[in-house]
């Protein structure tokens, strides 16, 4: 006669290796560690909750397009956080400034967290609390490690080493350069924006404008795309991007690499109010394609004013830049940063 015992017995020990099997799935999702310093955003293209220094910890549990979705763990001081009134977390950062999230207590910096970020609570410690947060970051700035946890240590690096480390003060360079610490450098997009490249330990940047402890620098170089066919006769292929396009999702195209036929209206400098601009930044005002398209300010760098001298109202331009929103707080105007420009002359 079969044993009901042994029968149940069995099933359980079925269930336990299916289940086990299930946490092999979640965990197949892998183990990761940012390439570079980066945001940790609530959702793709969101809120920025925290910026991460690079080679900290994640472990990956999702993906969408070039957005990956990790869970982060840390320690925060107590006194730093308060009780959250959200039923889905036990916390919130309340310190103004944020907080630093450290990988144990007093331990290396991983990244700072913005006031009112929420977190679950793990576990606590005399004056430390165990944090976790689930949150999104840019794909290509995340890689996948083997191995258990353990073998991915942190960096000791601060969010403000890369780019704060002294260069060594025997080093004389031109005016108006300025020199990557011994651990490199982040480039990002805008200041607290999303990574654009890595500058490597000792290399001379050249500075163009200054905002606070931020410095904007200008970087050229050469990328190998062998796939990428040249244009001989030198024109400029349109970009695909419209204004139209990138207003649609302006965090998205952030960063982003334009050509625009341009009608020139004006030269202005920006006031105050203008806050996606340094306080009397100077910058074009333009129509995109001409007499009815949309309006676009190219912000033009200190030292490419004499680029674009003697333009008359209603000359054409062809404008390499960047973007640096799609969608300016006071007009809701694109701004771009102007990386090239080639005249095409007279009024048309």
């Known amino acids: 006669m079969p044993n009901p015992k042994g029968t149940t017995n069995g099933w359980l020990l079925l269930l336990v290796s299916l289940l086990g099997l299930g946490a092999e799935g979640v965990r197949a999702q892998g183990l990761a560690s940012l390439r570079a310093e980066e945001n940790f955003r609530g959702t793709p293209n969101g809120q920025i909750l925290a910026r991460l220094a690079g080679g900290v910890s994640v472990q990956i549990v999702a993906r969408q397009g070039n957005w990956v979705q990790v869970d982060l763990e840390g320690w925060m001081w107590t006194r730093s956080?308060?009780?959250?009134?959200?039923?889905?977390?036990?916390?919130?950062?309340?310190?103004?400034?944020?907080?630093?999230?450290?990988?144990?207590?007093?331990?290396?910096?991983?990244?700072?967290?913005?006031?009112?970020?929420?977190?679950?609570?793990?576990?606590?410690?005399?004056?430390?609390i165990l944090i976790r947060r689930r949150g999104w970051v840019?794909?290509?700035?995340v890689a996948e490690v083997a191995g258990s946890p353990t073998d991915a240590s942190p960096t000791g690096a601060t969010p403000s080493d890369a780019s704060s480390t002294p260069s060594s003060p025997s080093v004389s360079r031109p005016a108006g350069f300025t020199g990557v610490g011994d651990v490199g450098a982040v480039i990002l997009s805008a200041p607290d924006g999303d990574t654009l490249a890595t500058a490597a330990p000792g290399a001379e940047l050249e500075v163009t404008a200054r905002q606070g402890n931020w410095v904007r620098v200008r970087v050229e170089g050469w990328i190998w795309q062998p796939n990428t066919p040249s244009a001989q006769d030198g024109s400029l292929e349109p970009g695909a991007l419209s204004p139209d396009d990138i207003a649609l999702d302006s965090e998205a195209f952030?960063?982003?690499?334009?050509?625009?036929?341009?009608?020139?209206?004006?030269?202005?400098?920006?006031?105050?109010?203008?806050?996606?601009?340094f306080e009397g930044e100077p910058f074009l005002l333009c129509r995109f394609g001409g007499d009815g398209g949309q309006f676009v300010y190219v912000a033009?760098?200190?030292?490419?004013?004499?680029?674009?001298?003697?333009?008359?109202?209603?000359?054409?331009?062809?404008?390499?830049?960047?973007?640096?929103?799609?969608?300016?707080?006071?007009?809701?105007?694109p701004i771009v940063d102007l990386l090239s420009v080639t005249r095409e002359g007279g009024r048309r």
């Open 138 to 141: 840019w794909g290509p700035s």
């Open 300 to 333: 033009i760098p200190p030292d490419r004013l004499s680029e674009v001298e003697g333009f008359v109202p209603l000359e054409y331009m062809t404008v390499t830049a960047r973007v640096r929103t799609g969608a300016s707080v006071l007009t809701g105007t």
């Open 81 to 128: 956080l308060q009780v959250s009134r959200d039923a889905a977390f036990e916390l919130v950062v309340s310190e103004p400034e944020g907080e630093n999230l450290r990988d144990a207590p007093s331990g290396t910096i991983l990244g700072r967290l913005e006031r009112g970020t929420l977190l679950e609570e793990v576990r606590r410690v005399p004056g430390w």
């Open 254 to 277: 952030a960063g982003r690499v334009i050509s625009w036929r341009l009608q020139f209206i004006s030269q202005e400098k920006a006031e105050a109010v203008r806050t996606d601009f």
